[in-house]
């Protein structure tokens, strides 16, 4: 089987780390990265890889199968027309646009073009919230009533040197929230209505650095999220998986799922329910669910791969990471207004 011929356009931190991974990848080949900036171009150089400066220029001429699409969140939208245009799968990372409108700009314009738009929502390749999906839709702890999410962690100081992540837009909510929301939707459903608070009562910058989150789910659950990037804190999706080695590990539990029949922890994935009487007196039984561990972003390229051979159809389209931004540009619109944001 020819291999897939992937480009990467924006090749800072995190286009390094996908670079890395199509490197080792069997199935993927690097046709080449498209970044103006001069450290760009010394990586490409070192790595020994095609590098352009401009990325309509890259795709004109190297006509890659697949783009990743790993620049500044505000360019996403240009560089993915660019892509559908010229008949490009792409996987586009989070979040899909900075805006609703501009989101659903590419997802139409990749749909009419019949090119594959993936989005880089990577932990639903995670095996353990895929089982925790699974449980809680499939019924282990009854009808979801109750949902408790945290992300509370400390972000260090020189972190804050970047003036646009001291900016609003630049802070936890666009930036981390919007993988714990995209998580809740993937587990209980769509959410349909958004309360929420903000503080930046930590280090004074115009974004917050804090908020406390209300959400209903279309289901009639309700969730609430703490939220905070200025606490020494191990409740956090990132520093309670091990799901990247940046961050070290905590045997701790970042969500905690409660229904009619029982109750779950992700990531430890323990099942608490009664086999007997329901009562608060009696023995409220745990059960560990074992599920072997995969690293999301391998799982994620090998997709992407099969979604440009045409074999898979995204898991994470346009459209389902639309609503994800949706819902996550509504907790800064109900924190700035006060009130319900509800969506549709
Ligand atoms: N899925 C995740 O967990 C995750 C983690 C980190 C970052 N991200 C996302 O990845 C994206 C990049 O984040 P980052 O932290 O790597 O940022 P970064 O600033 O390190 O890298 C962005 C790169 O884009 C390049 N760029 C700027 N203008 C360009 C242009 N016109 N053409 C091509 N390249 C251009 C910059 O030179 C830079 O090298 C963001 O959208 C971010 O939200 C996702």
Not at 257 to 274: D, Q
Request: a negative charge; hydrophobic letters at 45%.
């Amino acid at each position: 089987m020819s291999k897939v011929r992937i480009a990467v356009i924006g090749a800072g931190m995190f286009g390094q780390r996908h670079l890395a991974y199509l490197r080792r990848e069997p199935a993927c080949e690097i046709a080449a990265i498209a970044d103006p900036s001069a450290a760009a171009a010394a990586y490409a150089a070192t790595e020994g890889l095609r590098h352009f400066a401009d990325y309509r220029a890259m795709l004109e001429e190297v006509k890659p199968d697949g783009a990743i699409i790993a620049s500044p969140n505000a360019l996403h939208v240009p560089m993915g027309l660019a892509c559908a245009e010229r008949k490009v799968h792409m996987l586009v990372e989070k979040p899909l646009a900075d805006t609703v409108a501009a989101a659903c700009e590419l997802s139409t314009a990749a749909e009419r073009a019949g090119v594959a738009l993936l989005v880089g929502h990577h932990r639903r390749h995670n095996p353990m919230l895929e089982k925790a999906r699974e449980l809680v839709q499939g019924g282990a702890i009854g009808k979801l009533t109750a949902v408790a999410a945290f992300w509370l962690i400390r972000k260090p100081d020189d972190y804050f040197n970047v003036a646009w992540r001291r900016e609003q837009g630049g802070g936890p909510i666009l930036i981390n929230l919007i993988h714990d929301i995209d998580d809740l939707r993937f587990v209980c459903g769509e959410i349909d209505r958004v309360q929420a608070m903000v503080s930046n009562a930590v280090r004074g910058f115009p974004v917050e650095d804090t908020a406390a989150i209300a959400l209903r789910f279309a289901s009639g659950a309700l969730g609430t999220v703490t939220l905070s990037d200025a606490v020494p804190a191990p409740w956090s999706w990132e520093l309670t998986t091990g799901e990247s080695p940046l961050y070290p590990q905590r045997a701790e539990n970042c969500y905690l799922f409660a229904g009619t029949m029982g109750s779950l922890s992700v990531p430890a994935l323990e099942l608490w329910r009664y086999h007997g009487e329901q009562s608060w007196s009696a023995s409220l039984d745990r059960e560990r669910i074992e599920v072997a561990a995969e690293d999301p972003l391998t799982r994620q390229l090998r997709h992407f791969a099969r979604v440009i051979r045409g074999e898979e159809a995204p898991r994470i389209t346009g459209a389902d990471a639309t609503r994800t931004l949706a819902a996550t540009l509504a907790v800064s619109e109900a924190a700035a207004s006060g009130r319900v944001v509800t969506l549709n």
